[in-house]
């Protein structure tokens, strides 16, 4: 079935790194996704993989996928305020044209 | 980047009104355009897939006669929520896809807080 699941919430220092968690159901997915959508906004694309690699970084973000446990994470290192928001994570199904979220992860950054 | 406009950002309307939310393109062309809608605190949820000239397909439990979508140009799909009564109040978000480029090239609107009293 479709299925993605992450913790619901997530608080940090200012400065240290926070790392959000999500898993997928969907073994044949090509792309998973990270947006991140601040308070009444819609959503941004933080950063993609690409399903035959293991990670990818991208300034402050580190994105790691272990297919087999169908585990991805993304990091944020130098957490700032401005980090402050919810993270979703999102896989495309099978087919391609469908892309299912996450309940999405509410990152707090404390100063 | 790629913008995708979407409009209006907030609206609140009668029950029994009807409310068209528009999704724009702005500097690219996009075939398909997707329809979510988002619960406080939850996930987008799939509404519905907007292709260009052809009808929308509707993700199961969404009633198309109620949620009508129109993807009249490449550049515009419009979502007309009919009749609207308070349990349609919602957050909504459309996306877009890039002609001819995969998913990654997906865009989202800033979405649309309908309230309905």
């Known amino acids: 079935g479709e299925d993605v699941e992450q913790s619901l919430f997530l608080s940090v220092r200012e400065g240290d790194s926070s790392v959000i968690n999500c898993t997928y159901t969907?073994?044949?997915?090509?792309?998973l996704y990270w947006y991140k959508q601040e308070p009444g906004a819609g959503l941004q694309l933080l950063t993609y993989?690409?399903?035959?690699?293991d990670m990818k970084q991208d300034q402050r973000l580190t994105v790691l996928l272990n297919k087999k446990d169908k585990h991805l994470s993304l990091r944020i290192a130098d957490t700032q305020t401005g980090d402050s928001a919810i993270y979703f994570c999102?896989?495309?199904?099978?087919?391609?044209?469908?892309?299912?979220f996450g309940a999405g992860t509410i990152l707090r950054v404390k100063s | 980047g790629a913008v995708v406009s979407q409009h209006p950002s907030r609206v609140i309307c009668k029950s029994g009104t009807s409310v068209k939310i528009e999704c724009r393109s702005l500097?690219?062309?996009?075939?398909?355009m997707f329809w979510y809608r988002q619960f406080p605190k939850q996930s987008l949820m799939l509404m519905a897939t907007?292709?260009?000239?052809?009808?929308?397909?509707?993700e199961q439990g969404v009633e198309k006669d109620k949620f009508l979508i129109n993807h009249a140009s490449l550049t515009l799909s419009t979502l007309t929520v009919a009749s609207a009564h308070p349990e349609d109040s919602s957050f909504y978000i459309c996306?877009?896809?890039?002609?001819?480029?995969?998913?990654?090239?997906?865009?989202f609107g800033s979405g649309t807080q309908l309230s309905v009293l």
């Open positions: 996306s877009a896809r890039e002609r001819g480029m995969a998913n990654e090239k997906l865009f």
């Open positions: 969907d073994s044949s997915s090509t792309y």
């Open positions: 993989i690409f399903s035959n690699m």
């Open positions: 999102a896989e495309i199904l099978s087919g391609g044209n469908k892309l299912v």
């Open positions: 500097d690219f062309q996009a075939t398909t």
């Open positions: 907007s292709n260009e000239g052809s009808k929308a397909t509707y």
